[in-house]
């Protein structure tokens, strides 16, 4: 039921561009993204909903292809403020309300 | 403005003893409400989370138990510590209903000995 994340490191330069993808075995009712720094609590990214609506960050994009039950975040033009880990949390449409948490993608941004 | 409230901020207790961590909202009502657990460099795991006061759901058979006493305050105890329960604790709230952000308080880290 743990949604699977893919890489599970990441070390980019600043500038680069990075992917992060998440994937279900259950079907979608939304996904969400949230990065977490070291000792802190998640902050809050972006939702992806069913029929394609979106609620988040200005700065960050994502997809979500609910026939494949996988959404990707997409960091471009990295800065070193991105460094952390990022969690994908999907509700699924037979339980909505209940977030499962992927187990997170730490990516590092070097100067 | 909504705000969410944990204490402590952090706790060491020994193997056996109870537990309490306390999780208050201002600023909302009906609430969903959630209690995460996070072991040392690992993610985020569901213990239980609720939807209304008296409803609690639990995600994980374990020595942990929950509350919601009122509308937007959530507790999270145990009877008897165990090691493996060391981590980080965190209670988080969003809006009723689906498809909306979780909100999430600064935690408590929990060390067992």
């Known amino acids: 039921q743990q949604p699977v994340q893919s890489p599970q490191a990441v070390i980019l330069r600043e500038g680069e561009d990075a992917v992060i993808n998440c994937s279900s075995s259950k079907a979608l009712y939304s996904v969400h993204w949230y990065r977490q720094k070291h000792g802190e609590a998640p902050v809050f990214l972006m939702i992806l909903l069913k029929g394609g609506e979106q609620k988040g960050h200005e700065k960050i994009s994502a997809s979500f292809n609910e026939k494949k039950q996988q959404s990707s975040l997409y960091l471009t033009a990295s800065q070193l403020s991105y460094s952390g880990t990022y969690f994908c949390g999907t509700e699924h449409k037979t339980s909505y309300d209940k977030v499962i948490f992927g187990p997170g993608t730490s990516l590092s941004v070097i100067p | 403005s909504q705000t969410i409230h944990q204490w402590p901020a952090t706790l060491v207790q020994p193997v056996g003893s109870p537990l309490s961590l306390e999780c208050t909202v201002e600023?909302?009502?009906?609430?969903?409400l959630y209690w995460y657990r996070q072991a040392a460099g690992r993610g985020l795991q569901l213990l239980f989370y609720s939807v209304g006061i008296g409803q609690i759901s639990s995600e994980v058979p374990q020595n942990l138990s929950a509350s919601r006493p009122q509308d937007r305050q959530f507790i999270l105890s145990s009877k008897k510590l165990l090691l493996s329960d060391s981590g980080f604790y965190l209670c988080a709230w969003s809006v009723f209903g689906g498809g909306n952000e979780q909100f999430f308080g600064p935690g408590t880290r929990l060390t067992v000995l």
């Open positions: 600023g909302t009502s009906n609430p969903n």
